[in-house]
Structures are given as structure tokens and as C-alpha cells.
């Protein structure tokens, strides 16, 4: 299916190469995980295979790449989208059309499919992934987790015989997870090729039947993933699994008075209840987690927290005062937030500059506190940069250190691991536990769950619009009502 000899890629005015003398086959039906440090040229590879690069990235490829004995730099994207489905790493840039339904159905119809063919091919993709009930809506209202799996159906609905994944799971809550490896499981069985590009490996290792892994670029292992994952990975910033029930050696902190409250948040969009009465604080020192379903709300309350979103009902508080219709760019002197889609944030010409843009707008620029900053999260090397073009993870690194180079005195974080490397998480939980040492009020959405349970003492559960608890983690564990209502469960019993 795929013959990769001495293959090699360099972006448009890059310095450098992406990808480095590659070598390697893969035959029709193999289940291959793509694993690899953020940065190493997974997405490059996953985009070389169905031809986005280079009929729309440009750039100079090297060495041979044949894909079902068509060669994708000389075939047309068109052509290649008969044989290549490609989910990419952003969902909200593969949902394009003004409902789920007609989003599905784009693929079957630019293939010339009949109206009975479409209708049924929208009807079977939807069902496989659990978004019947979203067929109406429009995509841009959709979470992350629910344009995720409303842009692979796109692609599955064209009936590939290859199917490449970008951080698939990146977006998705527990119950999504393991509904997205049963999907992987039947496509397998059926026969398709599968390259799913993933830093979760917990969710796909124990499915894959081999692994790639690259590192700075260069194909650095191949084969069996138990085999792989035995090994030390640490250097190629892989993690093996690690449990989830491991106890987080936190410090009770005394907490002050909440830098940022919401009281009774309620907000209708689209003709639909996302927040029914939501209540929560955070206070100066401490991390609490939102969890939640996709689609629950958690982003639309962030975003209540700094003023993107006023509420319908209720009141939000900063430092104790009504924000009213505070300007946000006021706001933003106080509460930092980072959106689940960073890439929408970056602006600046480089990253050396987006880091300086915010703290000068307010003030506050600190040289020494930006270069330290960039050294902790690993930005030395590309702050020349500019940042819409580093990879997913690196954009989610400088979106966080640009937000905190303003010294915010609370942090709204949506999904920010989604993207990142096991060094990168490691780097985020250090930075946010001393930030909160320092006083900083964290709130975060995540459906990374050992993570979380490694760094936060409160965890805050959002289902049906409201917070239905708000405790300490082990505490949220040993409540099978909660947990079923939120869908955790699911994750701790995979």
C-alpha cells in the first residue's frame, strides 16, 4: 500500500528538513501507529500521503513515496481522495458546510455518488460514531470532540481503502475514545489500512498491530508497539501507559477569596440549553478541573470567564466584582484564557514576538520572564518562527507561555494537552503547579484524566448544564452516579 525510499521534506523558506531519509513499506490492511515527539514530522508524513503536500503546502520532497502504486506529489488531491482518507489534526478546518448532514455527505457527492448512495452513507457514518442526533446542527456550534468525529465521518463516508488519523483522539471524551478504538477495530477487520498519528499511545497501542516512531524527523523505530514501548522511549518524548489510580503528591492549599466565580451561568445557543445554572470559583492558588462529555459546556463556561461569552442568566465575578460588559481587552488584565483551537490566538510574525504582544499591550513585558518562559517550554528553537506554521502541540505551548507572560492572576486552559508530546505535558504540570504556588487561579478542561489527577486537588463535574460535583478527585472516582452521568468511567475501565 505505501513505499516510502529515502524520503525526505522541507517546508517552503524552512531552514531545515521536516523529514529525513525515510525508508520503510506498508502493506494493504497493516494498523500502524505513527508516534513521535511533537514536532517530528508526523503531520508532515500523514500530509504527503494523500497529496496536501505538496499541491497545497509547496515545499521540496525528496527520495520515492508511492501510495497504492500512485505517486501523491504528481497525482491530484482529487485523485488521491478516492484511495486516502485524511482526518487532520484540526477538525474545525474539515467541517466546512452549514450542517453535520451536508458536511458528511460533501465527499460521496464529489465522488459522484447517487442520491440514495449519499443519503445511505451519511446515515451508516453517523450511526458508526454516535452523531445521529447532530445531523441538523451546524458545525462551527459543535465542541471539539463532536467536530472531531463529525470530520472523520466525512472522510469514512468517502469509502477509502486508507485511512491516516492525526491525534484523533486529541479532542475526544472517554466514552468517544472507545467508541473511536471499536471503529478502528472494525475498519481494521474490514480490511483498511490504518496510520493513526497519536501522542495517547494507551488508547491505540494495545490495537495496532505495528508501530513507526520518528524523532527529529528520522524513523527511529519500527514494530511491534508492545515490543517498541518496553523499551526506553523517554528520549523520543514517548511515556509508556501509566495508571490513572496513581495518588497525586499534592499540598493542601489555604485558598483566598475566588479570582474568578461564575453564579447561576445560564446561556441558550442555537435554540438549546448548553448551561442550565452553572456554579463554580476558583481562587487565587489553586487548580480546578472541568470535566465533562463532549458537548457538555466547558468551553462555553471558560469562556463566560473572561467575557468572549456574556451570560444570558447569572452573574460571572472577577475579583469579586460583576464583570459586566467589561471590555474583554480589560478583562484580559486580570484573567488569561487559551481557546481549544490555539491556532486562532497566534498573529505575531514569530513566536519570539506573540510572546511579547500581550504584556506589552498591558504593560507588562518582562524579557527575562519571556526567555524563561520560552527555555521551559521548549520554544528556544523556533522563535524565529512564525507560529502558524509549527505543529498543533508547538502552537498550544506558545498560545500557554504567551498567555502567561502576562502574569495573569487566573488561567483558563481548554484541552491543553490535547497535542502534546509526554515532554510537554510534563513541562505544562510543573509550570501550572508553580504558578499556583505563586498565587495564580487555574481552571482547566480536560478529558486527559491521569493527568489531571497528577495536578489538581478539585475536580468539578459539568453534565446537563450544571455542576453536579465538585470535590477532590478520589472523591469523584468512588461516585458511579457522577461518573456515569460524565461518562469517566468508561476511561478508567478501558
Not at 505538496?54 to 491530484?76: C, K, M, N
Not at 446515515?123 to 447532530?134: F, G, M, N, P, V
Not at 511491534?224 to 501509566?242: C, K, R
Request: charged share 20%; proline share 6%.
Amino acid at each position: 500500500m505505501i513505499v516510502s525510499q529515502a524520503l525526505g521534506y522541507r517546508y517552503p523558506a524552512a531552514d531545515k528538513q521536516v523529514l529525513h531519509d525515510l525508508n520503510f513499506t506498508i502493506a494493504a490492511g497493516e494498523f500502524v501507529v505513527l508516534a513521535g515527539a511533537s514536532g517530528s514530522g508526523k503531520s508532515t508524513l500523514c500530509r504527503l500521503l494523500n497529496g496536501l503536500i505538496p499541491h497545497l503546502h509547496g515545499g521540496e520532497i525528496s527520495g520515492v513515496l508511492t501510495v497504492a502504486g500512485a505517486e501523491p506529489r504528481l497525482t491530484p488531491p482529487h485523485r488521491m481522495s478516492q484511495t486516502v482518507g485524511l482526518l487532520l489534526q484540526r477538525p474545525d478546518a474539515q467541517c466546512l458546510a452549514t450542517t453535520v448532514a451536508r458536511d458528511i455527505a460533501f465527499g460521496p457527492a464529489c465522488q459522484g455518488q447517487d442520491r440514495a448512495t449519499i443519503a445511505k452513507r451519511v446515515r451508516e457514518t453517523a450511526q458508526s460514531l454516535d452523531i445521529t442526533h447532530l445531523l441538523e446542527r451546524a458545525p462551527h456550534t459543535l465542541s471539539g470532540g463532536e467536530q472531531q468525529r463529525v470530520a472523520l465521518a466525512g472522510v469514512l463516508a468517502m469509502q477509502p481503502r486508507l485511512v491516516a488519523l492525526d491525534e484523533p483522539f486529541a479532542f475526544l471524551d472517554p466514552a468517544g475514545a472507545i467508541q473511536l478504538r471499536a471503529l478502528l477495530q472494525r475498519l481494521h477487520a474490514a480490511g483498511v489500512t490504518l496510520i493513526v498519528a497519536e501522542h495517547r499511545l494507551s488508547e491505540i497501542t494495545r490495537d495496532a498491530s505495528r508501530m513507526l516512531v520518528l524523532h527529529q524527523g528520522q524513523l527511529v523505530a519500527d514494530g511491534p508497539p508492545a515490543a517498541i514501548m518496553a523499551g526506553d522511549v523517554a528520549a523520543w518524548g514517548l511515556e509508556p501507559s501509566t495508571s490513572l489510580l496513581e495518588p497525586p503528591p499534592l499540598a493542601e492549599i489555604p485558598l483566598s477569596e475566588p479570582v474568578v466565580a461564575w453564579d447561576e451561568i445560564w446561556c441558550e445557543r442555537d435554540g438549546r440549553s448548553v448551561l442550565r445554572g452553572a456554579n463554580l470559583q476558583s481562587a487565587a492558588g489553586e487548580i480546578v478541573v472541568l470535566l465533562g462529555a463532549n458537548g457538555a459546556g466547558k468551553s462555553t463556561l471558560l469562556r463566560h470567564g473572561n467575557g468572549l461569552l456574556r451570560s444570558q442568566r447569572g452573574t460571572v465575578r472577577v475579583l469579586g466584582q460583576s464583570i459586566g460588559r467589561r471590555p474583554v481587552a480589560d478583562l484580559a488584565r486580570t484573567v488569561g484564557l487559551v481557546i481549544q483551537q490555539p491556532l486562532r490566538m497566534l498573529f505575531a510574525p514569530t513566536v519570539r514576538a506573540e510572546l511579547a504582544a500581550g504584556p506589552r499591550a498591558l504593560g507588562r513585558h518582562d524579557p527575562t520572564w519571556c526567555a524563561q518562559l520560552s527555555e521551559r517550554f521548549g520554544l528556544e528553537a523556533v522563535l524565529e518562527r512564525p507560529p502558524q506554521l509549527l505543529s498543533a502541540g508547538e502552537q498550544r505551548r506558545v498560545a500557554i507561555a504567551a498567555m502567561l507572560a502576562s502574569h495573569p492572576k487566573a488561567l483558563l486552559l481548554d484541552e491543553p494537552t490535547a497535542g502534546q508530546d509526554a515532554r510537554a505535558r510534563a513541562t505544562l504540570r510543573r509550570l501550572l503547579s508553580e504558578c499556583a504556588r505563586d498565587g495564580v487561579a487555574i481552571t482547566l478542561a480536560t478529558h486527559d484524566l491521569a493527568w489531571a489527577y497528577s495536578l489538581s486537588q478539585r475536580w468539578a463535574v459539568l453534565a446537563d448544564g450544571r455542576i453536579t460535583a465538585n470535590v477532590n478527585p478520589a472523591a469523584i472516582l468512588a461516585q458511579p452516579e457522577a461518573l456515569g452521568r460524565t461518562q469517566l468511567l468508561a476511561q478508567i475501565a478501558a
